[in-house]
């Protein structure tokens, strides 16, 4: 289904509904699609959603598991660099295993890799005979 027209200020908006073939009548399965410029075709903009997803799942995963959205940097440089940083650390975690896998396999995976290491870390240090307030002081 494809609506043409006015949409909360926008004067010429294209809002498609579509499900997947064997999806129809499940409202799971409802995919809404937007455009603010309405002379472009169906395909077009589905085609234009499917080259841009990888980028949404980017910024959502990044958000959601880098906190993406809790830093404040003002400065050019400051940006271009923490863009830097958070573009390496979503690589590494789809890169995790040495092959491809999806981004919360990756990150699943090295959160459990560095809670180990932790682990390992603290159990040396008690074992080296530290103090109770320096195992503490370690475990933060």
């Given at each position: 289904?494809r609506y043409e027209?006015e949409?909360?200020?926008?004067?010429n908006?294209?809002v498609?509904?579509?499900?997947?073939?064997?999806?129809f009548?499940?409202?799971?399965?409802?995919?809404?699609?937007l455009s603010?410029n309405?002379e472009?075709?169906?395909q077009?903009i589905?085609?234009?959603y499917?080259?841009?997803?990888?980028?949404e799942?980017?910024?959502r995963?990044s958000?959601?598991k880098?906190?993406?959205?809790?830093?404040q940097?003002?400065?050019?440089q400051?940006?271009q660099?923490?863009?830097l940083?958070?573009?390496?650390v979503?690589?590494?975690c789809?890169?995790h295993?040495?092959?491809?896998?999806?981004f919360?396999e990756?990150?699943?995976?090295?959160?459990q890799?560095?809670?180990q290491e932790?682990f390992?870390?603290l159990?040396?240090l008690i074992k080296s005979s530290a103090?109770?307030?320096?195992?503490?002081?370690f475990v933060?």
């Amino acid at each position: 289904y494809r609506y043409e027209g006015e949409l909360n200020g926008i004067p010429n908006a294209a809002v498609i509904l579509s499900y997947p073939k064997d999806g129809f009548g499940n409202p799971k399965a409802l995919r809404v699609f937007l455009s603010t410029n309405a002379e472009l075709s169906t395909q077009e903009i589905l085609d234009t959603y499917t080259k841009r997803w990888p980028i949404e799942l980017f910024f959502r995963q990044s958000k959601s598991k880098l906190a993406l959205d809790s830093y404040q940097i003002r400065s050019r440089q400051g940006i271009q660099r923490y863009w830097l940083i958070m573009s390496l650390v979503h690589y590494l975690c789809c890169m995790h295993s040495g092959n491809y896998c999806t981004f919360e396999e990756g990150y699943a995976s090295l959160k459990q890799q560095l809670k180990q290491e932790q682990f390992a870390n603290l159990y040396r240090l008690i074992k080296s005979s530290a103090s109770f307030e320096e195992a503490f002081k370690f475990v933060g």
